[in-house]
């Protein structure tokens, strides 16, 4: 089992940077495939960025595509998601996620979800 906590939230004007930070506790940390997703209000929750476990495949929703880098260092226990020009459209309620390597990249794969950070956007 894994928990998770976000961190590395906060306020920042369109065009600006942000480094979300996920750290993970539990057994078995680097076998589990790593998800970014995230809420606006008033909308569902939304795939945003998505890292195998071996660190070698990474996938993006077409909204964040080159902007968004998703990371892992494994031997920290921790995931990271840099975000660069930033948009307004970019403010959510971002959360980490952790799925077992089996599963496949969708959402009900993915079993554990920190408590999320609050993104927020000023144009």
């Known amino acids: 089992q894994v928990q998770l906590v976000e961190s590395g939230g906060g306020l920042v004007q369109a065009g600006g940077s942000l480094r979300l930070s996920c750290a993970a506790s539990?057994?078995?940390?680097?076998?589990?495939?790593m998800g970014w997703f995230r809420q606006a209000p008033g909308k569902e929750r939304e795939f945003v960025a998505a890292i195998h476990w071996s660190g070698g495949s990474t996938y993006y929703a077409d909204s964040v595509k080159g902007r968004f880098t998703i990371s892992r260092v494994n031997a920290k226990n921790t995931v990271y998601l840099q975000m660069n020009s930033l948009k307004p459209e970019d403010a959510a309620v971002y959360y980490c996620?952790?799925?077992?390597?089996?599963?496949?990249?969708?959402?009900?794969?993915?079993?554990?979800w920190g408590q999320g950070t609050q993104v927020t956007v000023s144009s």
């Open positions: 539990g057994r078995t940390f680097s076998r589990y495939d």
């Open positions: 996620a952790a799925k077992s390597g089996t599963t496949a990249f969708e959402l009900k794969s993915y079993d554990y």
